[in-house]
T-cell receptor, first 112, second 112 residues
Framework: DQQVKQNSPSLSVQEGRISILNCDYT??????FLWYKKYPAEGPTFLIS?????DKNEDGRFTVFLNKSAKHLSLHIVPSQPGDSAVYFC???????????FGQGTRLTINP | KAGVTQTPRYLIKTRGQQVTLSCSPI?????VSWYQQTPGQGLQFLFE???????NKGNFPGRFSGRQFSNSRSEMNVSTLELGDSALYLC???????????FGAGTRLSVL
């Protein structure tokens, strides 16, 4: 039972344009959401997070939007840069738990 | 500040053997979590330790175990290795439970 889903295995975006990565979840007990970026042979690197009491969080080029009624979150990267090419993971955490539940990841490729 | 350090980076074992992986968290971090990443199952939670106590455990057989020492360093052990245990094992640390988790580079285990 996949509680966190990233339905797009891959995404290709032109340099300078906006990249939008999507994530859906099924468990209404999730109250904290994080995005990680992963390069091959490295561990995931934390990008940005959002608590369920907010619907938007910004950090530089990265913005995360949370739609609790739709159980959907998205990560916007503007403008996209070649160094953003990586696999992006959405993760969720439930109340009272430290455990992260991850999506399957989306491979983002930024084309020059 | 040094990041999360995992040793060894690569390991080759044969079926039936046991293995111990080590994780040194970021200085000051007392919570350590372990995850397994495989192509088929993605990133899955193994267990979490805080102040030397296991607080959460994922859905893995009893062959997978761990511990945390008083200096917050953690080890995980897999006994009676199976081919399916071949994976990237990731350790993450956080300052407290429910805080952002920062990952190490992982240990790539191959079981032959």
């Amino acid at each position: 039972d996949q509680q966190v889903k990233q339905n797009s295995p891959s995404l290709s975006v032109q340099e300078g344009r906006i990249s939008i990565l999507n994530c859906d979840y099924t468990n209404s007990m999730f109250d904290y959401f994080l995005w990680y970026k992963k390069y091959p042979a490295e561990g995931p690197t934390f990008l940005i997070s959002i608590s369920s009491i907010k619907d938007k969080n910004e950090d530089g080029r990265f913005t995360v939007f949370l739609n609790k009624s739709a159980k959907h979150l998205s990560l916007h990267i503007v403008p996209s840069q070649p160094g953003d090419s990586a696999v992006y993971f959405c993760a969720a955490m439930g109340q009272g738990a430290q455990k992260l539940v991850f999506g399957q990841g989306t491979r983002l490729t930024i084309n020059p | 500040k040094a990041g999360v350090t995992q040793t060894p980076r690569y390991l080759i074992k044969t079926r039936g053997q046991q293995v111990t992986l080590s994780c040194s968290p970021i200085s000051g971090h007392r919570s350590v979590s372990w995850y397994q990443q495989t192509p088929g199952q993605g990133l899955q939670f193994l267990f979490e330790y805080f102040s030397e106590t296991q607080r959460n455990k994922g859905n893995f057989p009893g062959r997978f175990s761990g511990r945390q020492f008083s200096n917050s360093r953690s080890e995980m052990n897999v006994s009676t290795l199976e081919l399916g245990d071949s994976a990237l094992y990731l350790c993450a640390s956080s300052s407290r439970p429910r805080a952002i988790q920062y990952f190490g580079a992982g240990t790539r285990l191959s079981v032959l």
